[in-house]
């Protein structure tokens, strides 16, 4: 036998954290490491922050679980805290992202199917678009490697190109529920909508009745610096999904929806086992009392502006590695000159220099760090990225 164990679907590197202490991880053999990954835009706080570790334990201790047969207290407050400080008038809650994002689908479905119009089916997507791994939602995305051989796929979906808003309106037909965007694309390349575009969609689904469903999945949750990323556009959504920062580190997901596009959503129609359980909200509920204020927010902001300048500083220094810079907040992307690859200065910098990234499309390497940085922790990852694009060609 040569499989794995573990279903060997990853390329797991040789970091093997074995604990979190705020901004930094500690290996197996005790290494450190500058944690400017945040599991993948999710450790708002950094590790064991003590507000969240305390919620979850105390409420394992009181209760965990009881399922969504039962009245939750948790849920309705939790909920209520999103509905006061978004757009939304309701929320579903899920594990994960993907979910979060087919909840988003299923409403916007059933909003035209509630309407009369059981034929606007098809959701407009963008080339780039990460959406989850679920087989909905790798149908709307066009990337080959996450669709080959799981195909047949859900049908419904049509991909044009990112930031594009002639295409965007070109493909609105009679079938069409619905535009379906990242507002700055994660996975992809860390690219900002721009304002045109993102506002351009939401007057089309104005003007045709179509609903506008943002994935703020990464760029959500206080990552850009406002609580979430559309509020920089000055237009709301109809449909969001929200999950990776949200619960600090605890599987946590959440479509947000107003009255009228989740007028289809009536009982019976959807369900999670575990989504929302006392022990997910008391975590939300943990993240939510930190994060979602004017103080943190403007922090979030401060550091972002700084950790920007300064890599844009350095990167005249080291311009046959770096190309440029692009982002919003501390959601910073590094796109990285064709001769290197991101892949390749990721795990450099990991290896080499104790730093954690995460690699993005379009040759990018994606600074992610917990949003509770101070000033220490961007002049250390700066300099650990000189260090790395100084050691890159020679080190071993
Ligand atoms: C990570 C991500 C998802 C999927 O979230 P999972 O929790 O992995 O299912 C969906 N959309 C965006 C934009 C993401 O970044």
Redesign the pocket.
Known sequence: MTITPLMPVYPRCGVRPVRGEGCYLIGERDERYLDFASG??VNLLGHGHPALVKAIADQAATLMHVSNLYGSPQGEAFAQKLVDKTFADTVFFTN????A?ECAIKTARRYHYANGNPERTKIITFANA????TLG?ISATNQPKMRDGFEPLLPGFEVVAFNDLAAAEAAVDDATAGFMV?PVQ??GGMTPSSQEFLQGLRRICDEKGLLLIL?E???GYCRTGTFFAHEQYGITPDIM?V??GIGGGFPL?ACLATEEAAKGMVIGTHGSTYGGNPLAMAAAEAVFEVAVNDTFLANVRAMGDRLRQAIEQMIPNHDDVFDSVRGMGLMIGIKLKDAVEARAMVAHLRDNHGLLSVAAGENVVRILPPLVIDESHIAECVEKLSAGARTIGGAS
Request: proline share 0%; charged share 25%.
């Open positions: 993948i835009a994960s992202g993907a979910e994002v990460f959406h989850g791994r939602t990242e994660g996975e994935d999945v990464q760029c999904a999950a990776k997901g």
